[in-house]
């Protein structure tokens, strides 16, 4: 075991697990830490991230962010499946939504794909069913701007009827 002195050199110290019998022997120049870059890093010894594993709402609601419009649109289609009225946990899935914060996804995502009428649509179902979960969440919808998107739309897509019903289609 080493540690430094007050001139920052090395010390030797045998360790017997009795901290208060420590012998010195022949110091030892400290060397300055080294510098390596993040970089020769990487390369050298690649890391490997963690990916969680997610329940299939929390997952879609990370697929919907995604910059890809095909892996966005299948996971807000999902994610609309599992809402859905006609869904046995319908109510569950609407409450687990809310709770993993799909009020602050699905308003930006609808602003985002604005011009796609899959999001659109898929978006005013799911932002319509997360809404219908309870009074603060209608609220909650609201202040993130929920009506103003459908709104938008519905002034977009006007010719689209299963978007201008509001029904979510089975």
Known sequence: MSSEDRNGKRRRVNDDNDKNNHEEADEVPSA???VVSISA???EHPVTLTVPILEAIPNFLVEIQS?????ASSALEALRQLMRSENLDATANRKEAL????HAILVPTMRKWQHNRDFQTFGSHCVQAVAQTNR???IVITKMGGVEAILDALKIFSGEIELQKGRQPH
Do not use: K, L
Not at 67 to 71: I, L, S, W
């Open 67 to 71: 910059d890809n419009e095909e892996e």
């Open 32 to 34: 300055p830490p080294a």
């Open 136 to 138: 603060q969440s209608a």
């Open 99 to 102: 709770s993993c914060g799909a």
């Open 41 to 43: 890093a990487t390369t």
